[in-house]
């Protein structure tokens, strides 16, 4: 068993460009381009409630960073400087390698550093914290969007929650449509690339979380304003629309957590921008509503009637 120094030092410790100081003093020293904002963002995975007991530490290294990475997305910010603070039950070599290899695979990738963090012995939770710069005043808020904007959603929404579906049992796949929608469920692609390109197009933005109610709820709530979706135009992955069960596919397009995903909204002018910024980035960016004055998110069905909202997502305490 490495002690907790030999731990940090083996796994967690990479040599850093950008940041002044990294992984090995009482803290790091980051360098603020002139000019930029620093965007922080904070999540925790914990076993048992974000993941299950004996998930493939690659995978949890991954997703760990990547729901931080969608923040950074959410806010238009560029990754810089990540910290992960570990408590593990036991110090397990194997479990350890993969799970930074997973994490730090992830984060080489988005041109992030890992420059600090804490590990101590507890239950298996893992939390990061995210920093990321963003010229002044041009981060992507969700307190930002006008009545009148289009509503955009980029990728499909309900796969992760479709994969969560298969895990507990309750939908049946073939092998293939398993595998992608574990694969959005377990290794989902944060869209920090598609955020910042929208610093100049979008009025406001958000990951998709919680749940496309939920989340596109926050930014009603937070402007003040209400929205418009209609839920056939939400995009979905090919094998929702294979699915027999069109309940389990409707409340995974509406209320599925998991996909990281960006829901932003863009005055209607933009929307010739919004469809360029789709085919350079070979990225679907799907209108599925609008902003309008009132409260609250309205999901339409084709006939125009709106449909009942039980639960609008997935609340840790409801
Ligand atoms: P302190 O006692 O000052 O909190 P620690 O012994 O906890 O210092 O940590 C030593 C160094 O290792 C610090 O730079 C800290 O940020 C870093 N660190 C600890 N755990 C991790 C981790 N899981 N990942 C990255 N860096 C870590
Ligand atoms: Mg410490």
């Known amino acids: 068993m490495p002690s907790e120094f030999e731990l940090i030092a083996r796994y967690f410790t990479r040599p850093v460009k950008r940041a002044v100081l990294g992984v090995g003093d009482d803290a790091a020293l980051l360098r603020v381009g002139k000019g930029m904002e620093i965007a922080v963002s904070t999540d925790m995975l914990v076993c048992g409630t974000h993941f299950v007991a004996g998930a493939d530490p690659r995978k949890l ?6 729901v931080n990475l969608s923040d950074m997305a959410a806010m238009a910010a560029v990754p810089r400087s990540v910290f992960l603070s570990l408590a593990l039950p036991k110090a397990e070599p194997a479990w350890l390698r993969a799970f930074s290899a997973g994490f730090l695979a992830l984060a080489r990738a988005h041109g992030a550093e890992l420059v600090g963090g804490d ?69 989902p692609q944060p869209r920090v690339e598609l955020g910042i390109a929208l610093r100049s197009i979008a009025h406001a933005a958000i990951d998709v979380s919680d749940g496309l109610a939920a989340d596109l709820g926050h930014i009603c709530e937070r402007s003040s304003l209400g929205a418009d979706v209609w839920i056939d135009r939400i995009p979905r992955a090919r094998v929702l629309g294979r699915l027999a069960q069109p309940e389990i596919v409707e409340q995974a397009l509406i209320a599925g957590g998991d996909d990281y995903e960006l829901c932003f909204t863009a005055p209607v002018r933009r929307r010739a921008d919004v469809a360029a910024l789709s085919r350079r980035l070979r990225l679907p960016l799907t209108r599925i509503g609008a902003m309008r004055s009132g409260r609250g998110v309205r999901l339409l069905r084709a006939d125009g009637r709106a449909i009942q909202q039980r639960k609008g997502g997935w609340d840790h305490f409801g």
């Open 119 to 187: 590990t101590t012995r507890g239950p298996l939770n893992i939390c990061v914290t995210i920093m990321g710069e963003v010229p002044r005043g041009r981060a992507l808020r969700r307190d930002h969007a006008r009545a009148g904007d289009d509503v955009w959603v980029s990728g499909a929404l309900g796969t992760a929650a479709i994969g969560l579906a298969h895990q507990q049992g309750r939908v049946q796949l073939s092998r293939a449509e398993a595998a992608r929608c574990m694969r959005a469920l377990e290794q």
């Open 61 to 66: 290294g991954h997703k760990s960073l990547a």
